[in-house]
């Protein structure tokens, strides 16, 4: 079974606090994405990543920042964090290969930023 | 601007009777379409996947179709169950996309009632 987990599932912080989420695949996967979820927005790409120390932007970048020093784990930095980035975030991971490529999400972390 | 729009964005339906969600899509051309389950609280798991030369495909009570021509998916699921109330994502695909790149829905959400 793919397995992506999340080190949060609900997180409260401070504006202008810097955050850090985890995301860890044990499925050897080469591409990881970090999505934010909004209701009426559907899923954004933040930023994904397809190797190790690589990373491109996604549609909303702004505000954020990524890190994937090992091929199982990508991080998504908030460096300071904005009321406006309280949501529901995801992280997925899938293979590189040619032809269908499965996205398998974690079970997301909720944000609160008061 | 690719986009992938679905309707209804709410159902309520009783228990054991079926529902059609739709998913209109201006993607082209695409590789894929597929459609996430997402339970409350959690990340998307996969229900179906189909590539462009594929007109339906079925997975238990779902089963989902697609016209490429009217650019037209819809999900049919058959004498619903309490445990179908989630919200349901249509997404995809675009073919020679860079990066696994998807584009997605906003998504119904389903409610069935006893």
């Known amino acids: 079974d793919v397995k992506v987990t999340q080190s949060s599932r609900y997180l409260v912080k401070r504006t202008g606090e810097k955050v850090f989420l985890e995301c860890v695949q044990d499925?050897?996967?080469?591409?990881m994405f970090w999505y934010r979820q909004d209701p009426g927005l559907g899923l954004r790409l933040i930023y994904f990543s397809y190797d190790v120390k690589m990373k491109e932007k996604g549609d909303i970048p702004e505000g954020y920042s990524v890190s994937r020093e090992k091929k199982e784990r990508f991080s998504l930095i908030l460096e300071s964090a904005s009321t406006n980035q309280t949501s529901m975030y995801l992280c997925a991971s899938s293979f590189a290969r040619q032809g269908v490529r499965e996205q398998y999400f974690g079970p997301g972390t909720r944000l609160t930023v008061t | 601007k690719n986009q992938v729009e679905q309707s209804p964005q709410s159902l309520i339906i009783l228990e054991g009777k079926n529902c059609t969600l739709q998913c209109n899509y201006t993607v082209s051309p695409f590789s894929n379409l597929r459609w996430y389950k997402q339970d409350t609280g959690r990340g998307p798991v996969s229900l179906t996947i189909m590539t462009f030369s594929e007109n339906t495909k079925s997975n238990g009570r779902y089963t989902a179709t697609l016209d490429a021509d009217t650019k037209q998916s819809s999900l049919h699921i058959t004498a619903s169950q309490l445990s179908d109330s989630a919200s349901y994502i249509c997404v995809v695909t675009p073919q020679n996309n860079a990066g696994n790149m998807l584009t997605f829905g906003g998504g119904t959400r389903l409610m069935v009632k006893p």
């Open positions: 499925m050897d996967h080469e591409n």
